[in-house]
């Protein structure tokens, strides 16, 4: 399984980005997948799941989505902060993770 994130970049405070994960390979069920964030220094945190989980400093501004024809991954991010600023990535959640890919860059400046 490869997974290959993408559409992160630089932003002002405010902006928005559409992050798109495009999921090669056979996997257990889209449903399981979601979105993860690293920041420099933190450890990787869940930010939302296709099952409905956002975290609490996301509610309102991230939606997650999916197409099961593309078999892709989207998470749409709403007025940005500079605390978003993170490295983005998709896997599944719960059981075995798969392979992490790159993920990419979000960067939000004030």
């Known amino acids: 399984v490869q997974l290959q994130a993408s559409g992160g970049g630089l932003v002002q405070a405010g902006g928005s980005l559409r992050l798109s994960c495009v999921i090669s390979?056979?996997?257990?069920?889209?449903?399981?997948m979601g979105w993860y964030r690293q920041a420099p220094g933190k450890q990787r945190e869940l930010v939302a799941t296709?099952?409905?989980y956002y975290a609490e400093s996301v509610k309102g501004r991230f939606t997650i989505s999916r197409d099961n024809v593309k078999n892709t991954v989207y998470l749409q991010m709403n007025r940005l902060k500079p605390e978003d600023t993170a490295v983005y990535y998709c896997?599944?959640?719960?059981?075995?993770?798969?392979?992490w890919g790159q993920g990419t860059q979000v960067t939000v400046s004030s």
């Open positions: 896997n599944r959640v719960g059981g075995t993770r798969y392979t």
């Open positions: 296709i099952a409905g």
């Open positions: 390979g056979e996997i257990f069920s889209i449903n399981v």
